[in-house]
C-alpha cells in the first residue's frame, strides 16, 4: 500500500494553524498535531515527565510539566531550550511515524507542526503548507491573549524563522487575513488539488 502524501502545515505564532488544521480534520483528513502529543507526554503521568525532572530538577509536579515555569526556564537561554528539544523531540518523531503508519491507504495526512522550518523537518514531508495572515493581523491576534505581553511576543518573534521566508519556502500559503469562510474554500480546494497529485503518484 501506498504511503499517504504527507503534507506538513505551519506557521508562525497567530497565523490561524490550529484553526486551519481543524478544517483538514472537518474535511476528513488525518491530522497529526505535534503540539497536542507534546502536551500529552509532558501531562500527568506522560511519559516525558521524568526525564524533564531529571534534566530541569522542580519543573514538573503531580500534574506533570509545569509549563509556563518550562517555558520561563528555557525561553531566553539557548542552551537550556536545546537540551529540552533533545528531549522532546525525538518522542514526538517516533509518534509521528506510528501516525503514518496507522493511517496507510489514506490518500493523504497532515502534520500540524508549529516549528516545521525552525527545528528542521520541511524536507521530510512531501508538500509544505504555510498559513499566513498580515504581521498586523498576527499582532492583534496575539497580543489578545491571555499572559501574553508585548515582549513574550517580541521573543517568541525572533525565535521563529520570519513569516516571508516561509511563505517563500511554501509549496501552497493559505491565507487567514480574510474571513473563515474564504479560507475554509481554501483549504477544500487545496486538498481535491494534493487529492489529484496522490492519484497520479498511484498510476502506473
Ligand atoms: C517550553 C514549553 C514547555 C512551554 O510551553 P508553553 O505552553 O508555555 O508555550 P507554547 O508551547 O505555547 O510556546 C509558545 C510559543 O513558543 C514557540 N516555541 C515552543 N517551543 C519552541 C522551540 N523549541 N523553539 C522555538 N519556539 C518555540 C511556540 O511555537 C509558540 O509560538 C513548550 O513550548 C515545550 O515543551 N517546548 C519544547 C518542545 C517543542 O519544541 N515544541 C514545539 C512543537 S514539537
Ligand atoms: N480566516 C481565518 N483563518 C484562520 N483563523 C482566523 C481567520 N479569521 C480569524 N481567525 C482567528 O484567528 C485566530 C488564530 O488562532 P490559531 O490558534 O488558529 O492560530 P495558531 O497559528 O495556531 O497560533 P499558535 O501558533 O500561537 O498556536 C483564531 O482566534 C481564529 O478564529
Known amino acids: 500500500m501506498t504511503r499517504p502524501l504527507i503534507i506538513g502545515l505551519t506557521g508562525s505564532i497567530g497565523m490561524g494553524k490550529s484553526t486551519v488544521a481543524a478544517m483538514f480534520e472537518a474535511a476528513g483528513v488525518p491530522v497529526f498535531d505535534a503540539d497536542a502529543e507534546v502536551r500529552a ?30 517555558g520561563a526556564l528555557v525561553f531566553g537561554d539557548p542552551e ?5 528539544e533533545a528531549i522532546v523531540h525525538p518522542a514526538v518523531a517516533a509518534r509521528r511515524e506510528a501516525f503514518v503508519i496507522e493511517h496507510v491507504g ?8 508549529p516549528l516545521l522550518f ?5 524536507e521530510a514531508v512531501d508538500k509544505v503548507i504555510v498559513v499566513s495572515a498580515p504581521a498586523e493581523t498576527q499582532r492583534m491576534r496575539v497580543l489578545a491573549r491571555p499572559g501574553m505581553t508585548e515582549e513574550k511576543f517580541a521573543h517568541i518573534l525572533e525565535l521563529q ?16 487575513g480574510t474571513n473563515l469562510e474564504k479560507t475554509e474554500d481554501a483549504v477544500i480546494a487545496l486538498i481535491a488539488e494534493l487529492g489529484d497529485s496522490y492519484s497520479a503518484r498511484q498510476a502506473p
Open 41 to 70: 507526554m509532558q501531562g500527568p503521568g506522560g511519559a516525558l515527565v521524568p526525564a524533564i525532572e531529571k534534566a530541569f530538577p522542580g519543573s514538573t509536579d503531580e500534574n506533570g510539566v509545569a509549563r509556563d515555569k518550562l
Open 80 to 84: 537550556k531550550l536545546a537540551r529540552l
Open 106 to 113: 489514506a490518500p493523504m495526512v497532515v502534520f500540524d507542526i
Open 118 to 122: 525552525e527545528k528542521g523537518g520541511a
Open 161 to 176: 524563522v520570519p513569516d516571508s521566508q516561509k511563505r517563500a519556502r511554501a509549496d501552497h500559503v493559505i491565507d487567514t
